[in-house]
């Protein structure tokens, strides 16, 4: 139980498009869900909070106009990164925490390539 | 907000050997998290390890909340084990704050 699937696991995009990740709770309902980013050899580090019905949570630094997060149902969370640029490269992990279990569950994420 | 510093941050092991990794913490947690990222990046949730000890296969880990420390035990290590293991934990709220990991390989 408390599988999390994220979509596309690979995106190579031009410069100044926009892309879109989803991320799904397969057999849970989410309130909640993370957004993080990932750099070569570095840790992960918390890009938003996704709130189901509401705003998203984002951390300093983070630019919400480029990062559009919609947490529109229970069980789908998307990021959209607007405007792309090589800058933008990197890996792409969403989670959730798991009702009636402890901890959080990770998708297997998205590795965004910007050319 | 709370740091998490993992040690070491690269290890090389030869297979079969044992090895401990360490997360240090700079705040009381509610929620501690082991997990192994593998070559295709993937997080692999290994223990949720707010506090004692618990095993799994070769895998086993200890967390002393009051002395803010958790470790991870990996026995007989085997090639499959090769990847980043991060500690994650959770102090007031819901977000997770991941320690830099530990790059681990196991040579054959």
Redesign the interface.
């Known amino acids: 139980g408390a599988v999390v699937s994220q979509h596309p696991s690979r995106v190579i995009c031009k410069s100044g498009t926009s892309v879109k990740i989803e991320c799904r709770s397969l057999d849970f309902q989410a309130t909640?869900m993370?957004w993080y980013r990932?750099f070569p050899?570095?840790?992960?580090?918390?890009m938003a909070?996704s709130n189901e019905g509401s705003k998203a949570t984002y951390e300093q630094g983070v630019e919400k106009d480029k990062f559009l997060i919609n947490h529109a149902s229970l069980t789908l969370s998307t990021l959209t990164v607007t405007s792309a640029h090589p800058e933008d490269s990197s890996?792409y992990?969403c989670?959730a925490?798991n009702p009636g279990?402890?901890?959080?569950?990770?998708g297997?994420?998205t590795?965004l390539t910007v050319v | 907000g709370i740091q998490v510093e993992q040690s070491p941050p690269d290890l090389i092991l030869q297979e079969g050997a044992n090895s401990t990794l360490r997360c240090n913490f700079s705040d009381s947690v509610n929620n501690l998290q082991w997990f192994h990222q593998n070559p295709w990046g993937q997080l692999i949730n290994l223990f949720y390890i707010p506090s004692g000890t618990k095993q799994n296969g070769r895998l086993s880990a200890t967390t002393v909340a009051t002395e803010r420390y958790s470790l991870l035990y990996i026995s007989s290590s085997q090639t499959t084990d090769s990847g980043v293991y991060f500690c994650a934990v959770r102090a007031a709220g819901n977000k997770l704050t991941f320690g830099g990991g530990t790059r681990v390989l196991v040579k054959p």
């Open positions: 909640t993370f990932q050899k570095q840790s992960l580090m918390l909070t890996f992990i989670s925490s279990q402890y901890g959080y569950t990770f297997s994420g590795r």
